[in-house]
């Protein structure tokens, strides 16, 4: 059975220092980090921590080393595209020192967004067309797998979500890439040691904003998920709610998975603990 990790995304505003001890404190010792305020001395407290027993992971915008910038290795603009592979490079190479196997980050845009307009507040128009925007960012994936492998670190591509805000600004010209669709579908194209991380609370929103299956896409994706993260919503926003035992995802049958993280918000530790228990007990014979 595998380690089910807890995600600290939403401990942005402190340090990443302070996220780990709080949830260490509370008997969370397998985290997932992807936020919270970090420099070049952070790998070095971190490095004490696995020496301790802790197991961790890195993912997406961790370590960003405090720059304010959105990751997009899909981006036309050379600048942003190689500040994003840095931070990805530089996760590889974190990870290796943390004795963690598994790092994914986010699919990238046909646009270049700044760091306000995440979360529904795409004013940016200007895109790339889909085939320009999707080769620019496989190239980058087959360099980075190259690295990736030299450091022996598995990678993914976590699923981007499309909600309903999004919606109201581009409709059905869908500015991200790999949401669920078949027409935003980039796998074919990835490198054969690259997966997918499979977010189900950003498949849900996708799906229900831009009229697909998710279970179709699950399908589509069989053999290529190597990854979970777990939350649910209302289908409209990814809110990063709880769930139970009725939840959708429930008795997906994922034959590859080696991460799973449990990404809820606004929990307390223990209410996080319970999460794990219940997908480490019930839910994850249907992943083996």
Not at 110 to 132: D, H
Request: aromatic fraction near 12%; include cysteine.
């Amino acid at each position: 059975m595998l380690d089910v990790y807890c995600s600290n995304g939403f401990c942005r505003d402190v340090t990443v220092e302070s996220s780990v001890n709080y949830f260490v404190k509370n008997g969370i010792t397998k985290i997932e980090i992807s936020s919270g305020m970090n420099n070049t001395e952070t790998l070095l407290f971190l490095k004490k921590m696995v020496s301790a027993g802790i197991k961790l992971r890195l993912h997406n915008y961790f370590p960003n080393l405090d720059q304010d910038f959105v990751l997009n290795l899909a981006s036309k603009d050379d600048e942003l595209r190689q500040m994003s592979k840095a931070l990805v490079l530089r996760a590889i190479q974190w990870s290796s020192e943390l004795n963690s196997e598994y790092y994914a980050f986010h699919a990238g845009f046909r646009i270049s967004p700044k760091p306000f307009e995440l979360g529904g507040n795409m004013v940016t128009a200007e895109q790339v067309s889909f085939v320009e925007s999707r080769d620019i960012f496989v190239d980058q994936l087959f360099e980075i797998a190259e690295v990736a492998n030299n450091y022996g670190v598995n990678i993914a591509v976590e699923n981007n979500v499309y909600d309903i805000d999004n919606y109201a600004r581009f409709g059905n010209d869908n500015p991200f890439l790999l949401t669920g669709d078949t027409v935003s579908d980039i796998t074919n194209f990835f490198p054969e040691n690259i997966g997918i991380l499979l977010d189900v609370g950003h498949l849900k929103v996708s799906s229900q904003t831009l009229g697909f299956d998710k279970y179709e896409a699950i399908r589509r994706w069989k053999g290529k998920i190597n990854g979970l993260h777990l939350s649910d919503n209302d289908g409209k926003k990814d809110t990063n709610n709880g769930f139970d035992e009725t939840c959708w995802f429930y008795g997906i049958s994922t034959e590859h998975v080696t991460a799973v993280t449990i990404e809820v918000y606004n929990e307390t530790p223990n209410k996080l603990l319970k999460y794990v228990d219940t997908i480490e007990s019930k839910i994850y014979d249907s992943y083996s």
